[in-house]
């Protein structure tokens, strides 16, 4: 397979479906939830099927056997580490606004920069559900916000000090927000705990930069398409021997 999950499939509970064996389906997502801390290609579409741990059916099984035949075809490619990188930090950040076709609950991804390192990803439904794009994303960018916090204190044990982190956003409402302190009447829902990544701009930690909507890496942890150039951005390379 050329890629790891159908672009147009809905993936719901599928209440008349056939039941499957759980400890087989719980086993095989275990196993590509390992494999996930080296091949964050399938980092979104492995989450997605996790989902269905409790009570998995016969589409749910052949979609996570999709996966492993995507992997069969790719096991040329990798993470490539150069050697002699800066350690200049970016991270990324981007949300599906109600992705999940159960609950409507939104998809954050997240990823990480050192130089031309790919050091850290993540693909993770919220609990709360969104009620605009931009609350979606800003939920996402807050996200962002502690990833690079940690990012920065890590750091610190290796005696390198990082002023200012950019987070890279594609949505210009959320860097708005970030910016203005007046909580005018479109934003009183939000949760004052999202509030933070305001403070930490203001405190000089982060920097939140608008960028392109079609180059947010970001994107490979909360969509579908386009796979094979949001892979290519993440810097997976077929390996020479």
């Given at each position: 397979m050329k890629?790891?999950?159908?672009?147009?499939?809905?993936?719901?509970?599928?209440?008349?479906?056939?039941?499957v064996d759980n400890t087989k389906y719980r086993g095989m997502i275990g196993s590509l939830l390992y494999l996930?801390?080296?091949r964050p290609d399938i980092m979104f579409s492995v989450c997605l099927y996790a989902r269905f741990q409790e009570d998995p059916k016969t589409s749910h099984l052949e979609a996570v056997k999709r996966i492993f035949r995507?992997?069969?075809?790719?096991?040329?490619?990798?993470?490539?580490?150069?050697?002699?990188?800066?350690i200049e930090t970016v991270v990324y950040a981007d949300s599906d606004h109600a992705g999940d076709y159960v609950d409507q609950?939104?998809?954050?991804?997240?990823?990480?920069?050192?130089?031309?390192?790919?050091t850290s990803w993540f693909s993770k439904k919220q609990t709360t559900l969104a009620i605009s794009t931009i609350e979606a994303k800003y939920v996402s960018a807050g996200k962002a916000c502690q990833q690079a916090l940690?990012?920065?204190?890590?750091?610190?044990?290796?005696?390198?000090?990082?002023?200012?982190?950019?987070?890279?956003?594609?949505?210009?409402?959320?860097?708005?927000?970030?910016?203005?302190?007046?909580?005018?009447?479109?934003?009183?829902?939000?949760?004052?705990?999202?509030?933070?990544?305001?403070?930490?701009?203001?405190?000089?930690?982060i920097s939140i930069e608008k960028f392109?909507?079609?180059?947010?890496?970001?994107?490979?942890?909360?969509?579908?398409?386009?796979?094979?150039?949001?892979?290519?951005?993440?810097?997976?390379?077929?390996q020479i021997l």
């Open positions: 890629t790891p999950i159908y672009v147009d499939m809905k993936l719901i509970k599928d209440e008349e479906g056939e039941f996930t801390a080296s995507y992997i069969i075809g790719t096991t040329h490619l990798g993470l490539w580490y150069p050697k002699g990188s800066g609950k939104i998809t954050s991804g997240i990823c990480t920069f050192m130089g031309c390192f790919f940690w990012m920065k204190q890590a750091l610190i044990d290796y005696d390198i000090r990082l002023d200012n982190i950019p987070l890279m956003c594609d949505n210009k409402g959320v860097i708005d927000l970030s910016k203005n302190p007046v909580q005018h009447t479109r934003t009183k829902h939000i949760e004052i705990r999202r509030h933070f990544l305001r403070d930490n701009i203001q405190k000089g930690n392109s909507l079609k180059d947010n890496i970001a994107d490979i942890f909360t969509k579908r398409e386009p796979f094979n150039y949001m892979r290519l951005g993440l810097g997976m390379m077929e």
